[in-house]
């Protein structure tokens, strides 16, 4: 009886321990994406390029087609 009280004991223990895991890394896993979504945002580019010396062009991109020939 003493050694099951013992058992569910520090079974408790552990799912605490793992849920308290779980948190941290979901908490950290949040952390980063919204740390990723900042450096993917066009204003956060801007200023790091502005530090570079980088200016944004006022041109558009043109697409570039290349027409492919089939040989025989």
Same mark, same amino acid.
Do not use: C, W
């Given at each position: 009886?003493? =050694? @099951? @009280? &013992?058992? =569910?004991? !520090?079974? /408790? &223990?552990?799912? =605490?321990?793992?849920?308290?895991? /779980?948190? $941290? +890394?979901?908490? =950290?896993? /949040?952390?980063?994406? @919204?740390?990723?979504?900042? +450096? !993917?945002?066009?204003?956060?580019?801007? *200023? *790091?390029?502005? $530090?570079?010396?980088?200016?944004? #062009?006022?041109? %558009? %991109?043109?697409?570039?087609? *290349?027409? #492919? @020939? !089939? $040989?025989?």
């Amino acid at each position: 009886m003493i =050694a @099951s @009280s &013992h058992s =569910a004991d !520090k079974k /408790v &223990h552990q799912i =605490a321990k793992l849920t308290n895991e /779980v948190k $941290e +890394l979901r908490s =950290a896993f /949040v952390d980063g994406r @919204s740390k990723l979504m900042q +450096l !993917k945002k066009e204003s956060y580019m801007e *200023v *790091v390029m502005k $530090e570079k010396n980088i200016s944004i #062009s006022l041109n %558009p %991109p043109t697409k570039i087609r *290349v027409k #492919s @020939s !089939k $040989e025989d």
